[in-house]
């Protein structure tokens, strides 16, 4: 502890006697100064143990003494040291009741005690509480590495939990609650994930002192990783703040988590590498060694049906999609196998696992951003996602064209995931919003419509309530309120125009298909 008033009224070679404030003696003194002005509050910051003779003051005058030891009190002096003997035989009694309305410790300083012993005594418990906090740092260092080798992250944290007196809760990339010490401290950890995304958002280190949740306590956020955005996080909850041997230990175990966050980043690179080579034999129709390279790293992944997922977007909307995926894997402890192909993101993962999940979540997450009015996402950036129906290793090039597709569709809907199951359970028509279709679709009709500008008829809404009726004359005619003659009639102008046969089921087919095209939108 830094030394207290107490401290040095009990010091046996300072002989200090307590004149007034005895019940405040607990306070710490951070220095003690020296100064005879007659106002030294502009010297002073606070803490100080301020020791005068009162050389240039009227000690005996009440009003002066009084206004003195306001400012004193106003500046943050914890206590006064009177010299006795010197200027003055003993305190005057107007400096003692300033000191006790003020309850600002006063001690008596006898004239045998020079100041100078007063201030190596503090200085020398300053320099001792600092050594004995350095010291602690020092262990509490030893005993978190240890713990950090021997019982991993968990362990380390339980470890900073009893050094700081609190809890501490780890965050994995995605800001989700990965591990606590104590386990109780999981409820609350968990209420600070809105704060720790906030400060995923900064580029490290960062760090945030946060009230706790409910004010239960007062807790430190730091970014962990030496990337531009943080690969984890760390919170510390103490009820008061934090002292130096305790900074010392939350911030060796910042480095030690650090450390294993830039490990895990080069495992993690190594890992890709092979789960890229996996894949490529999957997609070539080699599944056998595709197990054989996949061993125990993916080989549980490739026993169960999975999925692939094909995403599409900027490097930074694909890497916070892998966070996620990732994340939500090792959660729930599940092989999931990332690889990054350029501009894209190929995903193997179990059928209905946490990982598919976790990316159908992130996607209607990046739905409901993209609405959002102040969302500015350009189309060409934006993520789009394209996911296969449930497979196995023998069906992995089918269910890749299948994640491909899918994802074709999504950027023509305008999605941000679709899967393949939509697709085969979902009508064609949405297919039709293809530039090409309608370019397809403008040619095939333009005249016609040209035709009809000129009001020499009503080609195209003949020709939509014709092939609507299948062909059939007096319903078509009734639909448009004509004579069957003069739907006959439009027909054959229709055939004219065009140069196409109606009794053609493939020119039907096209012509329906054109008019349900350019009525899209």
């Given at each position: 502890m830094p030394p207290t008033l107490a401290s040095l009224v009990h010091h046996s070679a300072l002989k200090l006697t307590v004149r007034a404030g005895?019940?405040?003696?607990d306070v710490p003194v951070r220095w003690a100064h020296v100064s005879e002005l007659a106002d030294p509050v502009p010297y002073m910051e606070g803490g100080e143990l301020?020791?005068?003779?009162?050389?240039?003051?009227?000690?005996?005058?009440?009003?002066?003494?009084?206004?003195?030891?306001?400012?004193?009190?106003?500046?943050?002096?914890?206590?006064?040291?009177?010299?006795?003997?010197?200027?003055?035989?003993?305190?005057?009694?107007?400096?003692?009741?300033?000191?006790?309305?003020?309850?600002l410790p006063l001690l008596e300083v006898p004239r045998r005690t020079p100041f100078l012993a007063i201030s190596k005594a503090v200085s020398a418990a300053i320099a001792a509480d600092q050594y004995r906090a350095v010291t602690a740092g020092f262990a509490a260092q030893r005993e978190l590495t240890r713990q950090a080798l021997n019982a991993g992250p968990e362990g380390l944290l339980a470890a900073l939990a009893a050094q700081v007196d609190g809890w501490a809760a780890l965050y994995d990339a995605s800001g989700a609650v990965v591990a606590t010490a104590p386990e109780w401290a999981g409820r609350?950890?968990?209420?600070?994930?809105?704060?720790?995304?906030?400060?995923?958002?900064?580029?490290?280190?960062?760090?945030?002192?946060?009230?706790?949740?409910?004010?239960?306590?007062?807790?430190?956020?730091?970014?962990?990783?030496?990337?531009?955005?943080?690969?984890?996080?760390?919170?510390?909850g103490t009820a008061a703040a934090l002292g130096t041997a305790e900074r010392y230990a939350v911030h060796s175990a910042i480095a030690l988590l650090t450390l294993t966050t830039e490990r895990s980043r080069s495992l993690q690179a190594a890992e890709q590498r092979v789960g890229a080579a996996v894949l490529r034999m999957l997609l070539a129709g080699q599944p056998d060694h595709a197990r054989g390279v996949a061993g125990d790293l993916y080989g549980g992944l490739l026993d169960a049906p999975f999925r692939i997922i094909v995403a599409d977007a900027g490097a930074e909307l694909l890497a916070h999609l892998a966070e996620a995926v990732e994340s939500a894997a090792a959660r729930a402890g599940e092989a999931v196998l990332v690889v990054p192909e350029g501009e894209r993101l190929v995903v193997l993962a179990a059928d209905g696992g946490a990982a598919v999940g976790a990316c159908a979540d992130h996607a209607a997450a990046r739905e409901a951003a993209r609405a959002a009015p102040e969302q500015d996402a350009t189309e060409e950036d934006d993520l789009?996602?394209?996911?296969?129906?449930?497979?196995?290793?023998?069906?992995?090039?089918?269910?890749?064209?299948?994640?491909?597709?899918?994802?074709s569709v999504a950027r023509r809907r305008g999605r941000v995931l679709v899967e393949h199951e939509q697709l085969a359970a979902g009508s064609v028509l949405p297919l039709l919003a293809d530039d090409a279709v309608k370019a397809f679709a403008d040619g095939l009709l333009r005249a016609l419509?040209?035709?009809?500008?000129?009001?020499?008829?009503?080609?195209?809404?003949?020709?939509?309530?014709?092939?609507?009726?299948?062909?059939?004359?007096?319903?078509?005619?009734?639909?448009?309120g004509v004579h069957r003659h003069t739907l006959r009639y439009r027909m054959r102008r229709v055939e004219e125009i065009l140069g196409r046969s109606l009794d053609d089921p493939d020119a039907r087919m096209e012509l329906w298909l054109a008019l349900k095209a350019t009525s899209a939108d």
């Open positions: 005895e019940d405040r003696l301020l020791l005068i003779t009162a050389l240039k003051l009227d000690a005996d005058d009440p009003e002066a003494m009084r206004r003195y030891v306001k400012r004193l009190v106003g500046a943050g002096v914890v206590g006064l040291g009177f010299a006795v003997g010197v200027n003055y035989e003993e305190i005057p009694k107007a400096l003692v009741d300033a000191a006790e309305r003020e309850d609350r950890a968990a209420r600070l994930t809105a704060e720790v995304e906030r400060l995923r958002e900064r580029p490290a280190p960062a760090s945030s002192v946060v009230g706790g949740p409910d004010n239960e306590d007062r807790v430190e956020l730091h970014s962990l990783g030496t990337g531009r955005r943080p690969r984890a996080a760390l919170a510390v789009v996602v394209g996911m296969s129906a449930p497979s196995g290793p023998i069906g992995a090039p089918a269910a890749y064209k299948q994640a491909e597709q899918a994802l419509y040209e035709h009809d500008a000129t009001g020499r008829g009503d080609l195209v809404a003949s020709l939509r309530a014709w092939l609507s009726r299948h062909g059939q004359w007096d319903a078509a005619a009734a639909d448009l």
